[in-house]
Structure formats: C-alpha cells, structure tokens
C-alpha cells in the first residue's frame, strides 16, 4: 500500500475493506479529473490509479485465486 492514503478500517473484512478503497479511491480520481487543472494533476492521478490498480488486483486475487 502507498504512503498516499490508508483507507483500511479494522472493523471490516479485508475484501469489503479493499471494494470500499476501490469505490473511494475511484470517487477521488473522478474529482481529481474534474478540476480545470487537471494536467498538473496528471502524476497524483497516476499515482491513485496505481493504488486502485493494487488493489483490484489483491482483490481478485484472494477471491478467484490465482490470475485468470
């Protein structure tokens, strides 16, 4: 996980916890990309992206196992 941002909540299920940081994350990244300045945005949303990226894929991964 980034030093960016720690959504991890101790009382919730490691999946449910990952799907609320996804949905959170995203909501971010829709805000972010909203801005008129969004160009000198560009690297924090790259990085927001990458977290989401890790996590999705943590996600999957400890639901359907190994990558399809």
Known sequence: MSNIVEFRLPDRFENEA???DIVTLTDLLCVMMAQPDADTALVGMH??????????HALRERLYGSKP
């Open 18 to 20: 990952d799907i609320e």
């Open 47 to 56: 990085r927001v992206m990458l977290i989401i990226s890790d996590h999705a």
